[in-house]
C-alpha cells in the first residue's frame, strides 16, 4: 500500500513540473495542491485506512490553519499547505530567470493574509449551551494475564473443560464489577455523563442482558448519563464480534445503541450500518461514532449536517498512533462545527470545542487505568463545510486533469509549424 501511495504522489509531483515547464503563468502553481486534494480525497474513499496518509493532520495544531477544515474539510488544508510551497517554488525559480514574480508574490500574500484573518474570526466565536460536566474513565483490562488463554477460548467458542469455561466467565462478571466500582469512583466529582473508552469491557452475549440491565439501574439510581463502550463476542454462531457504543439516559432508557460503522483491516468485528445516531436531550444534540469511523469524514459528516452540538468518540489507540489519531479527531470536531469527547483506552483521551481548542486530555499508557473529569459545553458552530460536503475536493479533481489537458494542448499547437 505504501508503494502506492508513493507511486501516485510521485505521478502528481511529475505533472506539476510538468505544468510549470508548459505554463508560464501562476495559474501553473495550482497543479501541485488540486492534485494533492485529489488524493486525498481518492485515499478516504478507497484506502482501507481512510485518511491516515493525508499531510493535513500535521497541521492540525496549528489553530489559524486548522480552520480551514470549517470551509473544505481537511483538503482544504492540504490545499493552502501544498499552493503555498508550489508559489515559492514558482517564485524562486523565476527569480534567478529574471520573470516577472508579482503574480506570485501577490497570491502568496493573499493566502498567508486570509488564513490569518480567517483563522483569528473564528476564533472568536464561542457557541455553546450551558457547561457540563463530563467523567471518562478507563477500567482495568477484562483480559488480564492470569486468564487470557481461558478467555481468548471461552469468547471464541474454543472447547475446553467446564471448569476453563466457568472460570472465564467469573472473571468476565468480576471485570464488569471492576468497571461500575470505577463508574462509582467518579461520583463525588458530581458528573451529569460518565463514558467509557471503545472496547473498556469484554463480553459474550450470555453476559449483555444482565450487564445492560446493570448500567441502566446504575444511570437511574445516580441520575446520569451512561456512555459505555464494550465488545460483545458471539461464541458459537460464527458471526464476528460486535463493537458497540451504548449511550443510557438518567432515567436508565437506551438513548444510542451503536455498532461500528468501520472495520480496521485485520479485524473481525461486524460491521454496522454506518448511520450515526442523532439523539436530542437536555445537554443538547448529541451523536456518535467509534475511534476508527473518525478517520473517514464523510461518515462523520452525518453529524454536522444534523447540527450536532456534543459527538461522542470512545476510542482504543496504542502508542505509535496515539498522537496522530487524536489530531485527527480534532479535525472533525472544526469540519462539522461540535463540540468532541474522545475517552480514549492506551492512548490520548481529548475533549475540544467546535474550533478545535484543547479543553483537556490525559494520556493513559497500555494496561493503566485513570479518570479525567472536565467541563464542557456543547455547541455548534455551523461550517461551510457541514453544508457543502467534499465539493471543494470533487472541484480540486476535476481541476487538476483540466489544467494537464490545457497544457497539452498548448504544447501540441506550439510543435505545429504555421502555415504560410
Not at 479543553?359 to 461550517?383: C, F, H, K, Y
Amino acid at each position: 500500500m505504501f508503494s502506492c501511495i508513493s507511486l501516485v504522489l510521485a505521478c502528481i509531483f511529475f505533472c506539476n513540473a510538468w505544468l510549470n515547464r508548459r505554463m508560464s503563468t501562476v495559474i501553473c502553481t495550482l497543479g501541485l495542491p488540486c492534485g494533492w486534494v485529489a488524493f486525498d480525497l481518492a485515499s478516504s474513499r478507497l484506502s482501507p485506512g481512510g485518511t491516515w496518509a493525508s499531510i493535513a493532520y500535521t497541521f492540525s495544531d496549528d489553530l489559524y490553519l486548522a480552520q480551514l477544515a470549517s470551509l473544505g474539510g481537511w483538503t482544504a488544508i492540504t490545499f493552502v499547505s501544498t499552493w503555498f510551497a508550489a508559489l515559492v517554488v514558482w517564485i524562486w525559480n523565476r527569480l534567478h530567470s529574471g520573470e516577472q514574480i508579482r503574480s506570485g508574490l501577490v497570491a502568496l500574500a493573499v493566502v498567508a493574509v486570509s488564513v490569518i484573518c480567517y483563522g483569528f474570526g473564528r476564533l472568536q466565536w464561542m457557541p455553546g449551551t450551558t457547561p457540563i460536566r463530563i467523567a471518562t474513565v478507563v477500567a482495568p483490562k477484562t483480559f488480564d494475564n492470569a486468564n487470557i488463554n481461558e478467555l481468548f477460548a471461552y469468547t471464541r467458542g474454543i472447547k475446553t473443560n467446564e471448569e476453563s469455561r466457568q472460570r472465564a466467565q467469573e472473571r468476565i462478571l468480576a471485570s464488569i464489577e471492576e468497571h461500575f466500582a470505577m463508574l462509582e469512583s467518579t461520583l463525588n466529582q458530581k458528573p451529569k455523563m460518565v463514558l467509557w473508552p471503545e472496547a473498556n469491557a469484554i463480553m459474550t452475549a450470555t453476559e449483555e442482558p444482565s450487564f445492560l440491565q446493570r448500567a441502566s439501574k446504575f444511570a437511574k439510581e445516580n441520575d446520569v448519563y451512561v456512555g459505555m463502550g464494550y465488545v460483545v463476542f458471539q461464541p458459537g454462531t460464527g458471526n464476528g464480534s460486535l463493537n458497540k457504543f451504548t449511550l443510557l439516559s438518567p432515567n436508565g432508557e437506551i438513548l444510542i445503541d451503536f455498532l461500528k460503522a468501520t472495520r480496521v483491516p485485520g479485524s473481525m468485528n461486524e460491521k454496522g450500518d454506518g448511520i450515526l445516531p442523532a439523539v436530542d436531550c437536555e445537554i443538547g444534540r448529541l451523536s456518535a461514532a467509534i475511534c476508527f469511523d473518525l478517520d473517514f469524514p464523510h461518515l462523520i459528516a452525518q453529524a454536522g449536517a444534523v447540527s450536532t452540538e456534543l459527538f461522542l468518540a470512545p476510542s482504543n489507540d496504542w502508542e505509535e498512533a496515539q498522537d496522530t489519531h487524536a489530531r485527527m479527531a480534532r479535525l472533525r470536531a472544526i469540519e462539522q462545527g461540535f463540540s468532541l469527547v474522545r475517552p480514549t483506552k492506551d492512548g490520548t483521551t481529548l475533549v475540544c470545542d467546535s474550533v478545535g481548542r484543547k479543553i483537556a486530555s490525559v494520556n493513559i499508557a497500555d494496561n493503566r487505568t485513570g479518570m479525567l473529569v472536565v467541563e464542557v459545553q456543547p455547541g455548534n458552530l455551523w461550517s461551510v463545510y457541514s453544508a457543502i460536503g467534499d465539493l471543494f475536493a470533487w472541484t480540486c479533481s476535476i481541476i487538476f486533469p483540466s489544467l494537464c489537458l490545457v497544457a497539452g494542448l498548448r504544447g501540441r499547437q506550439g510543435s505545429i509549424p504555421s502555415m504560410q
